[in-house]
């Protein structure tokens, strides 16, 4: 999961917050696997259905095993929405 927000020539109006999933202990990551970046509120929308998309997916791909979606670096669930997008910081 990339963050759009770092080719985004919009003003950005939040700081949005990702799970790394899958990929949380890659070095570009905080302390809890998460990256920060600053976005506009256009990114925003189309990164929460982005993301929306890809918990759905992996829901699935988890159901079809008998598990549960999760990160497959630390465990943490995987199952909504929030589980990926961690916080988002309004910045006015
Ligand atoms: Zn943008
Ligand atoms: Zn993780």
Do not use: W
Not at 57 to 81: E, F
């Amino acid at each position: 999961m990339v963050l759009p927000g770092t080719q985004c020539a919009a003003e950005a109006d939040v700081i949005v917050t990702l799970h790394q999933i899958h990929a949380c202990s890659s070095g570009d990551t905080d302390a809890f696997g998460n990256e920060s970046g600053p976005v506009c509120g256009g990114c925003l929308e189309s990164m929460t259905a982005d993301v929306r998309a890809y918990v759905d997916r992996l829901r699935a791909v988890a159901r079809r095993r008998g598990g549960v979606a999760a990160c497959q670096t630390c465990g943490a669930p995987a199952m909504h929405v929030s589980d990926v997008i961690r916080d988002v910081r309004p910045l006015k």
